[in-house]
C-alpha cells in the first residue's frame, strides 16, 4: 500500500504552495477542492442527483451546475446544506479514493482545507498541517484572490480553530517567511515520507 499523507491548512496558509513544491519532487498530488468541482461536471451522476432533489433551478442552459444559486440557496438553509452535502460527499470520498489508488508516485498527497472537518484524514496514514497566522492568512488570500477581508474572515469562521488543527497534525510547517523558508522546511519532511 503506498503511503499517503494528508496535507492540510487554512485559507491562505500556503496549502497550494507546499503541494506545487511536493508536485515538483514527483509526488502526486490529489486536490479535494478540485475532486469536488469534477464530480458535480454535467452528466455526472451527482449532479443528475443534486437536480433531483433540488429542482430544474440548480442547473443553468449549458447543462452545468448553476453554483451561485445553489451557494445561495444553502447559505440560508442548513437542511438544504445537509441534502447536498449527503450527495457530494460520499462522490467526492469516492473519486479521491480511486486517484489516490491510481497514483504511482512513492507516496501520494491528498491536499484538502477541510482535511479534518470532513473526516478525510481518515483516508490518510499522516497528516502534514501547513500552519500562519490569521493575520497572514488574511493577507495572502486577499492579495491571491482580491476577496474581501470580511469574506475572508467568513471562509475562516467555517474553518475549524487553528489550535485545534495543530493538534490533531503529525506535523506542522510554519510558514511565516520566504516561500524558500517553506521549501527547506519541507525538503527533510519529504526525504521522511519516501521512507515510509
Ligand atoms: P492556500 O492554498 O492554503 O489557500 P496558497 O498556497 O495559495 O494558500 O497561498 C496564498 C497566497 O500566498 C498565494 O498567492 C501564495 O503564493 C502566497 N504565499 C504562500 N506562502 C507564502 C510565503 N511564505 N511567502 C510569500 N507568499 C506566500
Redesign the pocket.
Known amino acids: 500500500m503506498t503511503f499517503i499523507l494528508g496535507l492540510t ?12 513544491w511536493f508536485e515538483n519532487q514527483g509526488i502526486t498530488v490529489v486536490d479535494a477542492d478540485i475532486v469536488a468541482r469534477e464530480i458535480v461536471k454535467k452528466g455526472q451522476p451527482a449532479l443528475q442527483k443534486i437536480q433531483h432533489a433540488f429542482g430544474d433551478w440548480v442547473i443553468l442552459d449549458n447543462g452545468e451546475l448553476d453554483r451561485q444559486a445553489l451557494r445561495a440557496h444553502i447559505f440560508k438553509d442548513p437542511d438544504a446544506r445537509r441534502v447536498l452535502e449527503s450527495i457530494t460527499h460520499p462522490a467526492i470520498r469516492q473519486s479521491i479514493i480511486q486517484q489516490l489508488h491510481a497514483a504511482t508516485s512513492p507516496y501520494v498527497i491528498l ?1 484538502s ?1 477541510l482535511l479534518f472537518e470532513t473526516n478525510q484524514h481518515l483516508l490518510t496514514q499522516h497528516t502534514l498541517l ?1 500552519d ?1 497566522s490569521e493575520e ?2 488574511i ?3 486577499s ?2 484572490d482580491g476577496q474581501s477581508i470580511e469574506q475572508i474572515r467568513q471562509i475562516l469562521k467555517a474553518q475549524m480553530l487553528r489550535h485545534k488543527k495543530q493538534e490533531l497534525a503529525d506535523d506542522i510547517v510554519l ?8 521549501y527547506q522546511h519541507l525538503q527533510p519532511l519529504h526525504q521522511d515520507y519516501l521512507k515510509r
Not at 510558514?175 to 517553506?182: A, I, K, R, S, Y
Open positions: 491548512g487554512g485559507i491562505g496558509s500556503g496549502k497550494s504552495a507546499a503541494s506545487k491536499v482545507p501547513i500562519a497572514l492568512q493577507q495572502r488570500a492579495q491571491r510558514n511565516d517567511g520566504q516561500l524558500e523558508h517553506l
